[in-house]
């Protein structure tokens, strides 16, 4: 079985409608696919519409955190969408996701960035507003040559010059929502440096200790002997250890089915869910 569960569609900051999302998946030759889009699950029922046969769709989301200072994302996985509190966390960080967008755009018009909000605005169409948005703009407008040129301290990256703050969940409290909500929590990408400052082995167990089920190991963003890492300390705290491509359409180079998971972690995913059930076309 071929199992990539971190995705990204139109539904946040990716470039596949959910539909072409699936379609993709099938045609990369995935058996499992988990849409995790940012703090949202508005792309979960077209995705689910268009399964083909012998495809397996995980429902979740990729929620944002912060702790002591350090921007975090949690991916949350087979939680029961309509779960009250949990969707309203969902709802809090979204609606601010524009103001601080567009709090970033004016920074950068004040540098002299040649990038409009009417142009991110576009770009991002109806999806959840983030970051990737405005960083394309900046390759369309010819300031960078890639997304990820964007995210560094002249720019948008985390305490970059034009960067602005949002309202981000504290992990703690995403645990136990999502735990409330019948999910089941993997943090993402804990070690990609590149991103900007990570979490100490420290917090990790602490997260560990109240409830997280696993870490995202096998990632684009960590090397080899950042993986062996992240084995060894999940290891130690008796974690699951997932891999996944974080695809984002053409918004990234990763593609479908880069990194993934094992079949037996993936059954332990499922049977440790309560919320929500894969769903298998």
Do not use: Q
Not at 188 to 195: E, G, N, Q, V, Y
């Amino acid at each position: 079985m071929r199992i990539d569960l971190h995705t990204h569609s139109t539904a946040s900051d990716g470039t596949d409608t959910p539909a072409e999302l699936i379609r993709n998946a099938a045609a990369a030759g995935l058996d499992v696919v988990a849409l995790t889009d940012h703090d949202t699950v508005g792309g979960h029922r077209e995705a689910a519409s268009a399964l083909p046969a012998g495809l397996t769709l995980v429902t979740g989301a990729e929620l944002s955190c912060r702790l002591d200072g350090v921007g975090l994302h949690m991916l949350a996985y087979l939680f029961d969408p309509l779960e009250p509190r949990l969707a309203a966390e969902r709802e809090l960080v979204r609606d601010d996701r524009v103001p601080r967008a567009r709090a970033m755009v004016e920074k950068l018009r004040e540098r002299g960035v040649p990038v409009t909000w009417e142009r991110v605005c576009e770009i991002a169409g109806d999806g959840a507003m983030g970051r990737p948005h405005i960083a394309t703009a900046l390759v369309e407008a010819g300031v960078v040559d890639t997304v990820s040129e964007a995210f560094t301290a002249d720019f948008i990256g985390n305490d970059g010059r034009a960067y602005v703050d949002k309202h981000e969940l504290d992990p703690f409290d995403a645990l136990r929502l999502v735990r409330d909500a019948g999910g089941v929590t993997v943090l993402a990408h804990p070690l990609a440096a590149t991103r900007g400052p990570c979490l100490s082995e420290k917090s990790v167990a602490e997260l560990a200790e109240a409830g997280l089920d696993g870490l995202e190991a096998d990632h684009m963003d960590h090397d080899e002997a950042t993986r062996a890492r992240l084995r060894g300390l999940a290891a130690d705290l008796s974690l699951l250890v997932t891999g996944s491509s974080d695809y984002h359409g053409s918004r990234k180079t990763c593609r479908l089915g880069d990194h993934t998971t094992a079949p037996d972690v993936y059954a332990e995913i499922a049977a440790r869910a309560t919320g929500a059930s894969p769903l298998t076309g």
